[in-house]
């Protein structure tokens, strides 16, 4: 259900009716600070982490092999990697193609083919820190893992500060500066421009190679999470306990913040800590409210969410694509997007203020996949990888 409430969440802050209309919470923070936005990535991978723990645990009991959980998880983490990439080159040529009725299949506004497809991303970020986070994980103690995320999240904060980044400067100096930071460094130096993120213009990208580390150390504070909800003590201490080292997580975390400020783009040291907080805090609240209390009812919207992510992300991924950029339609003597001209046409003129209109088509977009993944859901359908 936790899941669910995320995948939901990324739904529907990612398709709004218009990007310049959105309402401050559904919008990422500028740079550094957050919003209820900057905490959708980073819950998706913590719950990464603790269901790794989960179901390594539970194929153990059945008697599984090291070698063979490895190699399982190496094959889950290289096809999320592989969708990742598929999505982002997708439709992998530019194309220009008449339909009738005056549609067009339009793919030449921006590049897509090979020489431009960006190489990171969001299920890129989740397939390879999954992979890291569950092989560092695999043989180690509670107080292992606790080191070793501590080391990721040091060793990060003081790469970022002390290294000098050529041509720059001091890295700590250069931090609020997007383009002068060492991780858009290294991501211009290994990757080059024409395969970041186009919403940086080239010079960085929010999921980059360096941050990809703290990204990991998320990663392994779920799995110590997936360790302490699975221990036999009652469930009460369990929950306690997630609700105290949250609370004590997102304390450090804005304590952090005032030298290594909290944000998303760099997933600073003082991010993970701060979003991993909240993250056991939201799950300690929502096994209280189900578990302990019973309330179940509001749960049911999320379930189908929860439980088919994957098809979630990536269907909307490619359906996004379509209607935003690809398919065109003739609207006052001008080829505009689909979705463009519904929400120009029908939603818009229902509003006074566009932010209620551009809500309002985030929530249809929200309900169309709900329905899909409902009837999945209905009928027994989950797609894993």
């Given at each position: 259900?936790?899941?669910?409430?995320?995948?939901?969440g990324?739904?529907?802050v990612?398709?709004?009716g218009?990007?310049?209309?959105?309402?401050?919470?559904?919008?990422?923070?500028p740079?550094?600070?957050?919003?209820?936005?900057?905490l959708?990535?980073?819950?998706?991978?913590f719950?990464?982490?603790?269901?790794?723990h989960?179901?390594?645990?539970?194929?153990r009991?059945?008697?599984?092999?090291?070698r063979?959980?490895?190699r399982?998880t190496?094959r889950?983490?290289?096809t999320?990697?592989?969708?990742?990439?598929?999505m982002?080159g997708?439709?992998?040529?530019?194309?220009f193609?008449?339909?009738p009725g005056?549609?067009?299949?339009?793919?030449?506004t921006i590049?897509l083919?090979?020489s431009h497809?960006?190489?990171t991303?969001?299920?890129?970020?989740?397939?390879v820190?999954y992979?890291?986070?569950?092989?560092l994980?695999l043989?180690?103690?509670?107080?292992q893992?606790?080191?070793?995320?501590?080391?990721?999240?040091i060793?990060?904060?003081?790469?970022?500060?002390l290294i000098?980044?050529?041509?720059?400067?001091?890295?700590a100096?250069?931090?609020?500066?997007?383009?002068?930071?060492l991780?858009?460094?290294?991501?211009?130096?290994?990757?080059?421009?024409?395969h970041?993120?186009?919403g940086?213009?080239?010079?960085w990208?929010?999921?980059g190679?360096l941050?990809?580390?703290?990204?990991?150390?998320?990663v392994?504070?779920?799995?110590?999470?997936?360790r302490?909800?699975?221990?036999?003590?009652?469930l009460a201490?369990?929950?306690?306990?997630?609700?105290?080292?949250?609370?004590?997580?997102?304390m450090?975390?804005?304590?952090?913040?005032w030298?290594?400020?909290?944000?998303?783009?760099l997933?600073?040291?003082?991010?993970?800590?701060?979003?991993a907080?909240?993250?056991?805090v939201?799950i300690?609240?929502?096994a209280?409210?189900?578990d302990?209390?019973?309330w179940r009812?509001?749960?049911?919207?999320?379930?189908?969410?929860?439980i088919n992510?994957?098809v979630?992300f990536?269907?909307?991924?490619?359906?996004?694509?379509?209607?935003?950029?690809?398919?065109?339609v003739?609207?006052n003597?001008?080829l505009v997007?689909?979705?463009?001209?519904?929400?120009?046409?029908?939603?818009?003129?229902?509003?006074?203020?566009?932010?209620d209109a551009?809500?309002l088509?985030?929530?249809?977009y929200?309900?169309?996949?709900?329905?899909?993944?409902?009837?999945?859901?209905?009928?027994?359908?989950?797609?894993?990888?």
């Amino acid at each position: 259900m936790f899941r669910g409430i995320t995948v939901a969440g990324m739904l529907l802050v990612n398709n709004p009716g218009s990007w310049a209309s959105i309402y401050e919470p559904l919008e990422h923070a500028p740079w550094f600070g957050w919003t209820p936005t900057d905490l959708i990535f980073p819950f998706f991978l913590f719950i990464v982490g603790v269901t790794t723990h989960l179901s390594r645990e539970a194929r153990r009991a059945r008697g599984e092999s090291d070698r063979t959980i490895i190699r399982q998880t190496a094959r889950r983490a290289l096809t999320i990697l592989a969708l990742g990439l598929l999505m982002t080159g997708f439709p992998y040529h530019q194309f220009f193609i008449h339909l009738p009725g005056g549609v067009v299949f339009d793919s030449t506004t921006i590049p897509l083919d090979v020489s431009h497809w960006r190489m990171t991303g969001v299920l890129q970020r989740i397939g390879v820190c999954y992979l890291l986070g569950a092989l560092l994980t695999l043989h180690t103690s509670e107080r292992q893992q606790i080191w070793i995320a501590a080391v990721l999240l040091i060793g990060y904060w003081l790469a970022l500060t002390l290294i000098p980044v050529p041509g720059r400067g001091m890295g700590a100096l250069l931090l609020a500066d997007p383009g002068a930071s060492l991780p858009a460094y290294v991501d211009r130096a290994v990757m080059g421009p024409h395969h970041m993120w186009i919403g940086g213009g080239g010079i960085w990208d929010p999921e980059g190679i360096l941050s990809s580390i703290p990204a990991t150390a998320t990663v392994i504070l779920g799995v110590i999470a997936g360790r302490w909800l699975a221990n036999p003590k009652p469930l009460a201490e369990r929950l306690n306990g997630l609700f105290a080292v949250g609370s004590l997580g997102m304390m450090a975390g804005l304590v952090w913040g005032w030298s290594f400020p909290i944000g998303k783009n760099l997933w600073t040291s003082s991010y993970v800590l701060f979003t991993a907080g909240m993250a056991c805090v939201a799950i300690a609240a929502c096994a209280w409210l189900v578990d302990v209390r019973g309330w179940r009812a509001w749960t049911k919207p999320f379930i189908p969410f929860g439980i088919n992510p994957i098809v979630a992300f990536v269907a909307s991924g490619f359906f996004s694509r379509f209607i935003y950029t690809l398919v065109k339609v003739p609207r006052n003597g001008e080829l505009v997007s689909v979705q463009g001209a519904f929400y120009d046409s029908v939603l818009a003129p229902l509003f006074a203020d566009p932010r209620d209109a551009s809500l309002l088509f985030a929530l249809l977009y929200l309900a169309v996949f709900y329905a899909g993944l409902r009837l999945m859901h209905h009928r027994g359908i989950i797609v894993k990888v």
